[in-house]
């Protein structure tokens, strides 16, 4: 017989993308992994400890848009002057940024943008490239690999998590191996769609299909933690700040 927790469950799940990935950035990582262990999702999704912010207080959430980079089998040919540089550059990136251009033929407001280079410390992120995703709405770039330009990503507050901190460019490293498909990433499987958490504890990775149930969970281990830690402010006569009413209630 079907429990009456896994009818209601099952009839929450109604959310639409919007009004999932609103109620998702209302609640902290240590909410949502907690959660997706109460659904036995153990470990599940976790990305390793080396994916990490560029800046303290980075956070965001949205949809993964999925991107796969294999390193190159290109012989490299010196350049004999500036022009040939910029000659060869612009046809290496030409083919390492395909999905850059499939990109601009989508709607990646909400998206996060997933890249797999099995941990290779080439930037294929920078400043950019990262404030044209920013100026189009994207919430993010989780990148198993590096970013380059921190100083300039961080003055323009651009979100983005990697593995590796690099001044490398992916030019003449790596190539271009695949848009939307299942990629590996700090160690996870990420589905194009998955939902990706991000905050200074790490990046975590949500199954679409199991996001509503694991938000259940979530908004009432935030609520209990909320009404704890509200009576030990109390207690020690400190003011309230909004980690007390996330979700504004």
Same mark, same amino acid.
């Given at each position: ?9 099952? &009839? %929450? ?5 919007? =009004? ?12 949502? @992994? ?45 350049? @004999? ?9 612009? =046809? ?30 080439? *930037? ?12 189009? *709405? ?32 992916? @030019?003449?490293?790596?190539?271009? *191996? ?5 990629v590996q990433c700090a160690g996870v499987t990420v589905h194009p769609g998955d939902v990706i958490c991000a905050d200074d504890d790490g990046v975590l ?14 908004? %009432? ?6 009404? &704890? ?18 979700? *504004? =209630?």
């Amino acid at each position: 017989m079907i429990s009456r927790r896994i009818l209601n469950m099952a &009839a %929450a799940q109604k959310l639409t993308d919007q =009004e999932l990935i609103e109620k998702i950035r209302k609640v902290r990582l240590a909410d949502l @992994s907690d959660g997706m262990d109460a659904l036995g999702l153990v470990n599940v999704g976790s990305m390793s400890t080396d994916m990490r912010p560029l800046r303290p207080g980075i956070a965001f959430a949205g949809f993964a848009y999925t991107v796969k980079l294999i390193k190159s089998q290109e012989p490299v040919i010196p350049s @004999s002057s500036v022009e040939e540089y910029f000659k060869k550059n612009g =046809e290496w990136c030409r083919e390492v940024y395909t999905f850059d251009r499939i990109m601009k033929n989508d709607d990646i407001t909400d998206k996060v943008l997933v890249i797999d280079m099995d941990g290779y410390p080439g *930037g294929v992120l920078g400043s950019d490239n990262m404030l044209a995703y920013k100026f189009r *709405g994207m919430a993010g770039a989780v990148v198993d690999g590096g970013c380059r330009d921190s100083f300039e990503c961080n003055l323009e507050e651009v979100n983005v998590f990697s593995t590796r901190r690099t001044f490398h460019h992916v @030019s003449f490293r790596l190539a271009h *191996g695949g848009v939307n498909i299942p990629v590996q990433c700090a160690g996870v499987t990420v589905h194009p769609g998955d939902v990706i958490c991000a905050d200074d504890d790490g990046v975590l990775v949500i199954p679409r299909n199991r996001a509503e149930e694991v938000l259940e969970f979530a908004i %009432a281990i935030l609520q209990a933690d909320q009404k &704890a830690r509200t009576a030990k402010y109390e207690a020690l006569g400190m003011q309230p700040d909004y980690t007390l009413n996330r979700l *504004g =209630e």
